[in-house]
T-cell receptor, first 109, second 114 residues
Framework: EDQVTQSPEALRLQEGESSSLNCSYT??????LFWYRQDPGKGPEFLFT???AGEEKEKERLKATLTKKESFLHITAPKPEDSATYLC??????????FGRGTSLIVHP | DGGITQSPKYLFRKEGQNVTLSCEQN?????MYWYRQDPGQGLRLIYY???????QKGDIAEGYSVSREKKESFPLTVTSAQKNPTAFYLC?????????????FGQGTRLTVV
């Protein structure tokens, strides 16, 4: 059974204070690891897909990295508008996405 | 614009009543999914369909039913057998296996029992 664990559950940062979110996973035959951003009361918005260890993707202040056991979402010099819940998901041999519980990020001005 | 449309955004259900949540996509995706989201629980899979006229139970299918008569549509019925239906419901779609890619989500339906 595929499993995804995200940490921390919640993170409070000051504007400009860089940090990282963790996503640990176990999956049979990784076919993709996905990061999403979710704002309150809305559906998740797709950010990145990573397929193999060593791969990195960047978008503005966000950078996602992948190893064989975990993925990190690095947030560089965050702004208040980066406040959201960040979800990690994996797709394995079943092709069904399995999600973690998310990390709630609050960035204070 | 291509995307996934869920309706209604808010839905209120009386005790013992069945309600149907709509999900339509124009992305030409084969696979569609229904997730339930509760505070602190993450997204839990209710049902999924990888092709028209076929669907499978997810982890929490009891009290729910679906149909997949058209590629574009995957409605979810919350039946009176679902004892705790108040939640945020999310529909998603993706290309089907083996060319499986990321899933895209609708904006959700918030269901409340009154």
């Amino acid at each position: 059974e595929d499993q995804v664990t995200q940490s921390p559950e919640a993170l409070r940062l000051q504007e400009g204070e860089s940090s990282s979110l963790n996503c640990s996973y176990t999956v049979s035959g990784l076919r993709g690891l996905f990061w999403y951003r979710q704002d309150p009361g809305k559906g998740p918005e797709f950010l990145f897909t990573l397929y193999s260890a060593g791969e990195e993707k960047e978008k503005e202040r966000l950078k996602a990295t992948l190893t064989k056991k975990e993925s990190f979402l690095h947030i560089t010099a965050p702004k208040p508008e980066d406040s959201a819940t960040y979800l990690c998901a994996v797709r394995g041999g079943s092709y069904i996405p399995t999600f973690g519980r998310g990390t709630s990020l609050i960035v204070h001005p | 614009d291509g995307g996934i449309t869920q309706s209604p955004k808010y839905l209120f259900r009386k005790e013992g009543q069945n309600v149907t949540l709509s999900c339509e996509q124009n992305l030409n995706h084969d696979a569609m999914y229904w997730y339930r989201q509760d505070p602190g629980q993450g997204l839990r899979l209710i049902y999924y369909s990888q092709i028209v006229n076929d669907f499978q139970k997810g982890d929490i299918a009891e009290g729910y039913s679906v149909s997949r008569e058209k590629k574009e549509s995957f409605p979810l019925t919350v039946t009176s057998a679902q004892k705790n239906p108040t939640a945020f419901y999310l529909c998603a779609s993706s290309t089907g296996s083996p060319g499986s890619t990321e899933a895209f989500f609708g904006q959700g339906t918030r269901l409340t029992v009154v």
